[in-house]
């Protein structure tokens, strides 16, 4: 499990951006190389910068870290603190809908499913019922 969500293959949504941004600046640029012909080799050095800058900051700052399953139950509490509670419960309702697709789909190509994916989705049902459970005490 990742600590952002992979949107656009294995890339997270900022790195995405970033990345979107880098090389759609270097095209613009590129374009522009045979209207100023006297400026070439500086276009071509501009472009090279502006490109290995996006490359180091979607890739170094963005980084998306996996977290370890040992650490998920202490990552949720963190995330649990800093959230608004109706968030928190999204969040959990949309990674528990994640992992339990991806048993499902391993079961229907016939492949073994990953000890992995149980742990993290028995861990994700117990921060489901810790949530049903303060719902409960709070509306009774």
Do not use: C, W
């Amino acid at each position: 499990m990742y600590e952002q969500d992979v949107i656009f293959g294995p890339l997270s949504f900022k790195q995405f951006i970033t990345l979107a941004a880098g090389f759609g600046l270097s095209y613009l640029l590129y374009n522009q190389v045979p209207q100023y012909p006297s400026l070439q080799i500086y276009i071509y050095i501009t472009i090279a910068f502006i490109a290995s800058v996006s490359l180091y900051v979607a890739f170094s700052v963005f980084k998306n870290k996996e977290i370890p399953i040992t650490q998920l139950e202490e990552y949720f509490k963190k995330i649990k603190i800093k959230m608004p509670k109706e968030q928190y419960t999204r969040m959990i309702f949309r990674k528990m809908a994640e992992v339990g697709s991806q048993i499902q789909m391993r079961k229907e190509k016939g492949l073994p499913v990953d000890e992995s994916f149980n742990k993290v989705y028995s861990i994700l049902l117990a921060e489901y019922d810790i949530i049903d459970l303060e719902h409960t005490k709070n509306n009774p």
